[in-house]
């Protein structure tokens, strides 16, 4: 019988579930699939992107993981495509490749002073207070008084975890620097701003519900923002998402507020001008301009400059993918550029044999289920171009390996995953704690293979 060998780069959800729906598809052929993963860890940004004080979402680790201890699938840990393994290195070995890297860099914003000393990327916080190993151990967190802007779901993760008392974070996995970090933080006011009206916000209604829900926090909603227009109203009825967030907003409005130390401002057609500096060129101030509803639920602006004082910002207005070695991408859209998963070159023809699932695929948009969907899609074309699958020169299971080992690469394997799953829980077990992550590279690779 025929077989394809399937080379998969990312071990995130995408990689995870592409693996997993290949191996349930009816086939006329044999597979067998190697999963290649610059961390020592897998599960991309189930485990490095999704907050701590989640643990429900961080439980579909348990699906994945099941998927990856199905036996049929061979995890290579903390191989980097690009430097370990190259385009082609994989061609000489696989019948196809795909790609499923994600995405990991925040998207620029184009305001005066975002550069300052003091403005980060949210997806620069996340990983630091996700233990990712290739992020500073050390962040500062120095300011009472921060803004965030943007109005989806990270937005919020990032502002819940700048106002949460760190003892509340105690119970999740957060490594013990980000708790201690956390526990000096002199935080008083986290200040969220959005263009537009409460109507037209990405968070979802649970995200938005949770941060009422926070211990010794206010969240302060401002009566001005709620003269709804037509559009807005019609939002409201129409759609479910809306009418819960505005009935929480609206809970917000009546609640007596004063009596926590910390507040989470919630600033509605806000639309950020400008970071001013102070005299050492560090952030000082945000200047946005109100907006008010168009009337067909976009903003205008109305002229009128408001100002409020901050040390830090962060910017949450999404992620942005990496181009990756000899595989075509979009600098615009900061993908692999693709047609249903068929990796597609500059004049749009098809590349054989590569294909792209999940963020990297589709853009850094929607939740880890949608990553399924496509991944569906993606194998559907796997499948269906076996003709011109490539003709590796050497597909045998031991060739890739070798190779790894005489570059000197440390990689790990699903053992490895497994102890240093089982080093991590007990690391947390004397604590009462599920789990401390480990965040050092070396240290993770050491705890994966034991000398
Ligand atoms: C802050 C944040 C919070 C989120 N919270 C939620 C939530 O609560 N619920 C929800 O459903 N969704 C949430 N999401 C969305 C969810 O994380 C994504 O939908 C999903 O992770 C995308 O999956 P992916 O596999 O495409 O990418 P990723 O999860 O990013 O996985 C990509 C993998 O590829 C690896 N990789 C990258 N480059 C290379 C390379 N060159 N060589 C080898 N390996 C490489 C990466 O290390 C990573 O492991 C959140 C996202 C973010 C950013």
Do not use: C
Not at 207 to 224: A, C, K, P, T
Not at 400 to 408: F, P, Q, W
Request: proline share 6%.
């Amino acid at each position: 019988m025929t077989k394809l060998r399937l080379a998969i780069v990312g071990a995130g959800p995408a990689g995870i579930y592409a693996a997993d729906i290949l191996l349930k598809a009816e086939k006329q052929f044999d597979v067998s699939i190697d999963l290649f993963e610059q961390l020592p860890a897998p599960y991309g940004l189930v485990r490095y992107g999704v907050a701590p004080d989640h643990p429900r979402i961080k439980g579909i680790i348990n699906a994945l993981r099941e998927v990856l201890d199905s036996g049929q699938i061979r995890l290579f840990g903390n191989v980097l495509f690009g430097r370990d393994i190259t385009l082609d290195d994989l061609k000489k070995h696989y019948n196809a490749v795909i790609f499923s890297t994600g995405s990991i860099r925040d998207a620029a914003l184009n305001v005066p002073g975002i550069e300052l000393e003091g403005s980060y990327g949210a997806a620069d916080f996340v990983s630091w207070y996700d233990g990712h190993p290739d992020f500073p151990r050390e962040w500062p967190l120095d300011a009472s008084s921060v803004a965030v802007i943007g109005n989806g779901n990270v937005a919020l993760d990032v502002a819940r975890m700048l106002a949460k008392h760190a003892d509340d974070l105690l119970p999740t996995e957060i490594p013990d620097n980000v708790y201690q970090a956390l526990k000096a933080s002199p935080v008083t006011d986290v200040h969220v701003f959005g263009r537009r009206g409460p109507a037209q916000v990405k968070f979802s209604p649970l995200e938005l519900r949770e941060l009422g829900e926070l211990n010794d926090v206010d969240m302060i909603v401002y009566d001005e923002d709620f003269d709804y227009d037509q559009a807005s109203k019609d939002a409201i009825a129409s759609n479910k998402q809306v009418f819960v967030i505005d009935k929480v907003l609206t809970q917000w409005r009546a609640r007596e507020t004063g009596a926590a130390s910390r507040r989470l401002h919630l600033h509605f057609h806000a639309k950020p001008l400008e970071i001013t500096a102070d005299d050492n060129g560090r952030v000082a101030s945000i200047k946005y301009e109100r907006t008010e509803p168009d009337g067909s639920g976009g903003t205008r602006g109305t002229g009128e400059i408001r100002e409020i004082p901050i040390q830090a910002l962060y910017r949450a207005v999404g992620y942005f993918g990496s181009p990756l070695d000899g595989v075509p991408f979009d600098e615009k859209r900061g993908v692999i550029p693709n047609r249903e998963g068929q990796v597609l070159d500059d004049n749009d023809e098809q590349v054989y044999g590569v294909y792209a699932t999940g963020w990297i695929k589709r853009g850094p948009v929607g939740l880890i289920g949608h990553t399924k969907s496509d991944a569906m899609e993606t194998i559907k074309h796997v499948m269906n171009d076996q003709a011109n699958w490539w003709a590796p020169s050497h597909p045998e299971e031991d060739a890739v390996t070798a190779l790894l080992s005489e570059r000197g690469v440390e990689f790990t394997n699903l053992d490895g995953w497994h102890n240093l799953d089982e080093h991590e829980k007990a690391l947390g077990e004397p604590h009462g704690r599920v789990r401390i992550k480990v965040v050092d590279r070396d240290a993770m690779v050491k705890a994966s293979n034991p000398a």
